[in-house]
C-alpha cells in the first residue's frame, strides 16, 4: 500500500482528470465499481481527495466516501439541486422544508453539524441556524465536475460543524478533451415540477491555460404530489446562477486557479407555514399568509498549487477566498401585520495545506481561517403598511464578527504492507463579537464576546488480510466538536412549528466522539462496502422553552444540558450480473436518542433524536450499451415508517402528521442515450407509480408521477 514518491508530487496535477472521470456511484445505489473494457467492475479504483485532503484510491481510506460526475448528476439523475442529487448517496436523506429548502441529513445529523465545501472552502458561516435549513440550496450543481461525500465526524480534517461528515462540491476542468472552444447547452423539463432549467456554458482548453463560463437559469412551478395531495399551490420559485472557473499553469510545477460563483434565489416560500399549505396524513396548515425567502450568494477566491518545498513539502496549496451571503425574509401574517428580516455575511477565507513523504509516512499539514463580518435587520410593519418598530438586529445579532482559525496535520504510515495508520490533530479557536442582540421583551440592547478553544484527534487502522488480496477492515475512533455560532448564541427569530428562538449567551462548544468499523471487497465483478458506527455527544446544544410566549409564540432558548447517541449500520454492494447489466442496492439503519427538555420546569428527558432518518433500502439494475451509448436503469427505495418522535417532532404539526411520517416505496426508472457525440438524451420517470409521499420532517410531499426530460448538446 506504500505509494509511489514520483506520483504523489504529480497528484495534484492530475487529480482532477482522474477524479473526475471516475466516479465511487455510478448509479443511485451502486458500489463503488465501474465497468471496465471487458465488462467487470473496477471496483474502488477511483481517486477522492475530501477524505483525506490529498489524492487517494477509495479502497485506502478508511471509512466509507463517496463521489458522483457533474455528468451523472447532471444526466442520468438529472438532479434538480445540490441536496437532490446527495439524496443520491448511500445512507443520506435529504429532508426538504420547502421546494426551495433542502437540507441533507449524514449519520443523523443535518444542518450546522455537517460541512459544506466547495473547492475546498467552507461555506458554513456563523449565521448558519440549527436543523435543517436552505443553504445547501444555494450551490448550483450544474457547476460541479463532481461531488465527494465523507461519512462520519471530519473536524480534524475540517474544523468546527464536521460532525455528520464532509461534503466538497469540486469544479475542477478536466483537461483530457480535445483544446480549443466546446460550447454547450442542456435543457430540463419536468411535468410534476412545472419546471424548466437551461443551462449553457462554454469551456476554452489551451496548452497552459483552460477556462469555463455557465449560466444556469431555473423556473419552477408548483408541486404536483400523488393523486390525494395533487397540486401544492406557493412551492415554486426562480433562480439563476453564474459560475466561472479559469486555470492557468505558470510552469512546470505551479498552477493558479480563479474561481466565481453566483446564486440568486427569488420568493421561495416556507408553504407549510402558510395558508397555502396542504394538509396531509392529519397536518395541520400554517396561518401566515405569506411566508417566502430570497436568498443570493457569492464567492470568489484565487488557489495557487505548487509541486516541490524540498524538505518543508511534496507539494503546496495555498487559498484566499471571499464569500458573501444575504437572505432576506418576508412575513405576512394572519392580521396583515407582517415583517421585514434578513442578513448578510461576508466571510473572508485563507487556508495553506503541504504534504510531505517522509520514508513509509505521509504528512499532511497546515492551517485555516475564516472571519465573518455580519449585519442584521428587522423590520416590523402595520396592516396599513406604516412602520410598527425598527428592530436592533433582524435573526441574529447586527453589527457582529466570528472568527474560526485552526492547525491540523495528519501522518499516513504504512506500517506494513499490510497495515496502515492514520494518525491526525487539529487545534481550533473561535472566537464572537456580537456588539448589537436585542432583548426580545424590553427591547434593550446588549453585546456578547466570547471565546473558545477546542484540541481534536482521530486514529484510523487499515488491514488487508492479503497485500494484494481484495479485502480491506478498518476501524477507527475520532473525536469532533462544534463551535456556538452566531445563530446558537443570537437568535431571535421563528424557530419550528409556534416556536419564536431568543438570545442564549454563554454557550461552550458540543464534543462529540465516534467509532466506525468497516469492511471493503473489490473483487472482479462483486464490490461491496459496509460500516457500523457509533457517535456519541456531550455537552450538545438544545432549544429548551423558557414558560413565557412571545408575540403569542413559545419562546425557547438554548442549553448545553444534552448528551446523545447515534449508532447505525451502513452497507452498500454491486454485482456485475453480465457485461451490460449491472445489479446494485444499499441500505441503512440509524438509532439514537438525547436528552430534551419539552417542558419549562428544566428537567431532561430522554427522547429519540429530532428527525430520526427511518431506515431505507434501495435496490436497482442499469444496462449499459457502448454502441451506441446507452444507460437504463430501474431503481426501488423503500423507507420504513418512522414513528419514533421527540416532543419537539410531536409538536412540529405543520409538517410531521400525527404518530410519525408513513413509510413509502417508490419506483423509479432512468435512461441516458447519446444521439450523437455532441448530443445526449435523458429520460426519467420518477414515482411511476403515483405515490403519495413525504419524505420526514419535510414541508410538502414529494412530486407524484414525474416525467422528467434533459437534452444536452455541446463538445
Request: no cysteine; charged share 25%; aromatic share 8%.
Amino acid at each position: 500500500m506504500r505509494r509511489d514518491e514520483g506520483a504523489d508530487r504529480a497528484a495534484w496535477r492530475h487529480a482532477s482528470v482522474v477524479a473526475a472521470s471516475l466516479a465511487i456511484l455510478p448509479t443511485a445505489g451502486a458500489a463503488s465499481a465501474l465497468p471496465g473494457e471487458d465488462g467487470a467492475p473496477q471496483a474502488l479504483e477511483e481517486i477522492v481527495v475530501t477524505a483525506t485532503r490529498i489524492p487517494t484510491r477509495a479502497f485506502e481510506v478508511p471509512a466509507l466516501a463517496y463521489a458522483q460526475t457533474g455528468e451523472d448528476v447532471q444526466q442520468l439523475y438529472q438532479s434538480r439541486t445540490l441536496p437532490e442529487a446527495l439524496g443520491e448517496v448511500p445512507g443520506v436523506m435529504v429532508q426538504k422544508t420547502s421546494h426551495g429548502q433542502g437540507s441533507p441529513f449524514i449519520r443523523g445529523y443535518t444542518g450546522f453539524r455537517n460541512v459544506l465545501l466547495v473547492d475546498g472552502i467552507r461555506l458554513n458561516n456563523s449565521v448558519f441556524r440549527e436543523g435543517a435549513n436552505q443553504y445547501w440550496n444555494t450551490v448550483d450543481p450544474y457547476s460541479s465536475s463532481r461531488i465527494e461525500v465523507l461519512k462520519g465526524p471530519a473536524s480534524v480534517q475540517y474544523g468546527s460543524d464536521a460532525i455528520g461528515g464532509a461534503v466538497n462540491v469540486l469544479s475542477d476542468i478536466p483537461d483530457s478533451a480535445s483544446p480549443g472552444l466546446s460550447p454547450r447547452v442542456l435543457y430540463r423539463y419536468a411535468n410534476a415540477e412545472s419546471s424548466q432549467t437551461v443551462r449553457a456554458e462554454g469551456t476554452y482548453r489551451g496548452e497552459s491555460a483552460r477556462a469555463r463560463a455557465g449560466y444556469s437559469y431555473k423556473d419552477y412551478g408548483n408541486v404536483d404530489g400523488g393523486p390525494d395531495v395533487d397540486e401544492q399551490p406557493k412551492t415554486g420559485y426562480d433562480e439563476q446562477d453564474a459560475d466561472l472557473r479559469v486555470e492557468y499553469d505558470v510552469g512546470d510545477r505551479t498552477s493558479l486557479a480563479l474561481g466565481y460563483q453566483y446564486v440568486d434565489q427569488d420568493d421561495a416560500w416556507r408553504t407549510h407555514r402558510t395558508i397555502y399549505g396542504v394538509s396531509w396524513e392529519g397536518t395541520q396548515v400554517g396561518s401566515d399568509r405569506v411566508m417566502s425567502f430570497d436568498q443570493q450568494r457569492q464567492l470568489g477566491y484565487l488557489q495557487l498549487t505548487h509541486e516541490g518545498l524540498g524538505a518543508i513539502a511534496d507539494s503546496v496549496r495555498a487559498s484566499v477566498s471571499y464569500h458573501r451571503q444575504r437572505e432576506d425574509q418576508y412575513r405576512l401574517r394572519s392580521n396583515l401585520r407582517s415583517d421585514e428580516t434578513g442578513f448578510d455575511v461576508g466571510t473572508t477565507g485563507l487556508w495553506v495545506q503541504l504534504d510531505k513523504r517522509w520514508g513509509r509516512t505521509q504528512f499532511v499539514y497546515g492551517a485555516d481561517y475564516y472571519g465573518d463580518d455580519v449585519d442584521s435587520y428587522g423590520v416590523q410593519y402595520n396592516a396599513d403598511g406604516s412602520i410598527r418598530r425598527v428592530s436592533a438586529q433582524g435573526p441574529v445579532a447586527d453589527d457582529a464578527t466570528y472568527d474560526l482559525a485552526g492547525v491540523f496535520g495528519q501522518a499516513i504510515v504504512d506500517v506494513t504492507r499490510r497495515v496502515t495508520a492514520t494518525l491526525a490533530g487539529r487545534y481550533t479557536r473561535a472566537s464572537v463579537d456580537a456588539r448589537e442582540v436585542e432583548d426580545p421583551i424590553t427591547f434593550e440592547t446588549y453585546s456578547i464576546e466570547d471565546d473558545w478553544d477546542d484540541v481534536s484527534a482521530s486514529a484510523r487502522l487499515a488491514f488487508r488480510p492479503s497485500a494484494d488480496g481484495p479485502w480491506m477492515l478498518y476501524a477507527g475512533v475520532a473525536q469532533a466538536f462544534r463551535a456556538p455560532n452566531l445563530s446558537d448564541l443570537t437568535r431571535l427569530d421563528s424557530a419550528r412549528s409556534n416556536e419564536l428562538e431568543t438570545p442564549s449567551p454563554g454557550l461552550t462548544p458540543e464534543e462529540f466522539l465516534s467509532w466506525e468499523a468497516g469492511l471493503k471487497f473489490a473483487g472482479e465483478r462483486l464490490s461491496l462496502q459496509a460500516a457500523y458506527f457509533r457517535t456519541d455527544g456531550e455537552d450538545v446544544i438544545v432549544r429548551t422553552p423558557t414558560g413565557r410566549t412571545v408575540n403569542d409564540l413559545v419562546e425557547v432558548t438554548k442549553t448545553n444540558g444534552s448528551s446523545s447517541k447515534v449508532h447505525g449500520i451502513e452497507a452498500q454492494l454491486s454485482y456485475q450480473l453480465r457485461p451490460q447489466l449491472l445489479i446494485f442496492g444499499d441500505g441503512f439503519w440509524l438509532d439514537g436518542e438525547a436528552d430534551a427538555y419539552p417542558t419549562a420546569d428544566g428537567s431532561a428527558v430522554r427522547e429519540p433524536l429530532d428527525v430520526m432518518m427511518p431506515a431505507t433500502v434501495r435496490l436497482g439494475a442499469r444496462w449499459t450499451a457502448e454502441q451506441p451509448r446507452l444507460r437504463i436503469e430501474a431503481l426501488v427505495e423503500h423507507a420504513q415508517e418512522q414513528d419514533q418522535l421527540s416532543t419537539r417532532d410531536e409538536l412540529d404539526t405543520q409538517r410531521i402528521p400525527p404518530g410519525g411520517t408513513p413509510g413509502y416505496t417508490v419506483l423509479h426508472l432512468r435512461s441516458e442515450w447519446q444521439l450523437r457525440p455532441f448530443l445526449t438524451l435523458s429520460l426519467a420517470i420518477e414515482n411511476l407509480t403515483d405515490e403519495d409521499y413525504r419524505i420526514h420532517g419535510s414541508g410538502l410531499n414529494e412530486p407524484g408521477r414525474n416525467v422528467v426530460l434533459s437534452l444536452a448538446a455541446g463538445m
